[in-house]
């Protein structure tokens, strides 16, 4: 792992990119993602995530290393990426029913181009920041709660579940992840990712696991 993990990392990483730019390989993705949502949310955040995870434990050893519970942990990623599909859907459907109902002013198709622009970059911030202040914030603690408990059984150690929830720092948490990560980079990450259209959206926001595994793992590794 130490000596070939830069050439496996970042040769998965190549043959990720091109399976998505190679057209015939593309347009089954695309359609894959329409038909079966949830399996694809599912294998998109276990791979890409726990990518992000090796990243960043390379980064806090400075040296490729092997993560423990490697395949318990792609199951919780992969839940949570079909969380997050549903999410998406519901954040999204909420913002426009909002609208329709006069609750959040709307604009019409007869409004100037540059009104309309601005609308859909408001609904876009809408989405991503009702979805990140609230799912995003207890998806996080969610998952930090699953990695602790089971690196924890890894160790030898047979935690319950109160005894994690204790052992982690919940005030660095809500500082660094609550306070800083979901408003300076969450929300504007995801408020791209809604200005995008279907297609690109779902390679867009899969992009993002990568950066969602590599930041809530270095958060619990650097301590």
């Given amino acids: 792992m130490k000596k070939y993990g830069t050439i496996l990392w970042v040769g998965l990483l190549a043959a990720i990119a091109a399976f998505l730019v190679i057209k015939p390989t593309h347009l089954a993705f695309v359609y894959a993602t329409d038909r079966f949502p949830y399996l694809m949310g599912f294998v998109k955040f276990a791979i890409l ?87 995003g914030a207890v998806f996080m603690a969610a998952h930090r709660v699953t990695d602790v408990y089971i690196d924890k059984r890894y160790q030898g150690e047979k935690p319950s579940v109160g005894s994690v929830v204790d052992s982690i720092d919940w005030s660095k948490f809500i500082k660094e992840i609550v306070g800083v990560t979901i408003p300076v980079f969450w929300i504007p990450a995801h408020t791209v990712t809604f200005l995008l259209p279907g297609t690109y959206r779902v390679l867009f926001a899969a992009s993002l696991s990568i950066v969602l595994g590599l930041i809530l793992s270095f958060a619990k590794m650097r301590k």
């Fill in 49 to 135: 995530s726990m990518m992000g995870e090796f990243l960043a434990a390379r980064i806090v050893h400075k040296e490729w290393v092997m993560v423990k519970g490697v395949l318990p942990k792609m199951l919780v990623w992969g839940i949570l990426g079909m969380m997050i599909v549903l999410m998406f859907s519901v954040f999204s459907g909420g913002v426009d029913n909002a609208v329709a109902q006069g609750l959040i002013g709307g604009c019409s198709d007869s409004c100037p181009v540059a009104v309309q622009y601005f609308f859909k970059f408001r609904r876009a911030l809408l989405i991503s920041a009702f979805m990140n202040l609230t799912f």
